[in-house]
């Protein structure tokens, strides 16, 4: 979860919410996330992710600034738009743990007092989450990286229109059941040490023994021995350079290009940018890269160049074509 800064709104209006959710999605074709909750508040949000590769601080990064610079263009503003760096706890996935998560999310509206069960209202009259911009929705509606199959499935509920509707009762149960501001927060009465097991002070979700595995884990990995040639960290090379590599060779191939003709033709070219988009859009680079590996002169004309191309993309080959229709496909 991330505030805003000086705990100020980082929301405008719905616009600027559908802006985050916009850039929400391209930060997941980028990294390969998973989410399995989310909610936007006023001044702050929570997502419950999953990172299947080690790329949760590029990702948040690339998230966090993306939505800023948006944010202060569209508004005229500059500067910082979030706080200190966002929370990150680490959850122990499935079971109790697991489920508990998805409802403190969730419910976030009723805490705040935005949904008030008491006159009827529910969590789908607060739009800004996962229940009602997501998990609640046809499949066909929702957002492709959503996890809604084990969101629905943690609490026995199928993927069907009664399996849905009967995952939204229950949350609606415990709205009015449990007192606004404890509505989803976890039992306290729980066996844990609440500094360092909870959603709130916590640093991870989970059993003992998971937090032990964690801290076994943690330990092994900073005493591995660093080389100063190993300046590529497993985070940037996961969903970032080994996936943009491979992202050019299949564009290169489908453009028919060599590497010897990419160096000669103009950083404008529409197959080198054509190529440059895609990779942007799927990974973690930065233009730096892009305009580096593709010949495209300079960071500042490779960016410029992708947004030409996105504004008036050109003619490309048929077998490049297709190369991109399947390239998004299985991204």
Not at 82 to 96: N, S
Not at 104 to 114: F, I, M, Q, T
Not at 136 to 164: M, Y
Request: aromatic letters at 10%.
């Amino acid at each position: 979860m991330a505030r805003g800064n000086r705990w100020e709104p980082i929301y405008g209006d719905d616009d600027d919410r559908r802006f985050f959710l916009k850039t929400m999605g391209e930060a997941c074709e980028r990294t390969g996330w998973k989410v399995h909750a989310w909610v936007l508040m006023g001044n702050h949000y929570h997502l419950l992710l999953e990172t299947p590769e080690p790329n949760l601080v590029t990702g948040m990064q690339w998230l966090q600034n993306t939505y800023t610079r948006r944010f202060n263009l569209r508004h005229r503003l500059w500067g910082r738009l979030f706080g200190d760096r966002y929370k990150a706890v680490l959850v122990e996935g499935g079971g109790y743990y697991y489920e508990t998560l998805l409802d403190y999310v969730h419910l976030n509206p009723v805490r705040a007092g935005l949904i008030n069960a008491g006159r009827g209202q529910g969590v789908l009259d607060y739009p800004w989450s996962s229940v009602a911009g997501g998990h609640a929705l046809l499949p066909g509606r929702r957002p492709s990286w959503l996890a809604t199959g084990q969101a629905l499935s943690a609490f026995g509920c199928a993927d069907t229109v009664t399996g849905r509707r009967r995952w939204v009762e229950r949350l609606d149960e415990r709205a009015r059941a449990e007192a606004r501001e404890k509505c989803g927060i976890p039992d306290a009465g729980l066996e844990r040490d609440a500094r360092r097991s909870d959603l709130r002070r916590g640093w991870y979700w989970g059993s003992q023994a998971f937090a032990e595995r964690m801290l076994a884990w943690g330990a092994k990995a900073l005493h591995q021995p660093r080389h100063r040639s190993a300046k590529a960290s497993l985070e940037k090379r996961a969903h970032g350079e080994m996936e943009a590599q491979r992202l050019v060779r299949e564009g290169l191939a489908a453009a028919g290009l060599s590497g010897a003709e990419l160096a000669r033709l103009p950083g404008s070219e529409g197959r080198k940018v054509a190529i440059a988009r895609l990779v942007w859009e799927q990974t973690t680079v930065d233009m730096k890269w892009l305009a580096a590996e593709l010949h495209l002169r300079s960071a500042a004309n490779a960016s410029q160049q992708i947004r030409r191309h996105r504004l008036h993309p050109p003619k490309l080959p048929k077998a490049m074509h297709r190369w991109m229709i399947q390239s998004r496909n299985v991204a």
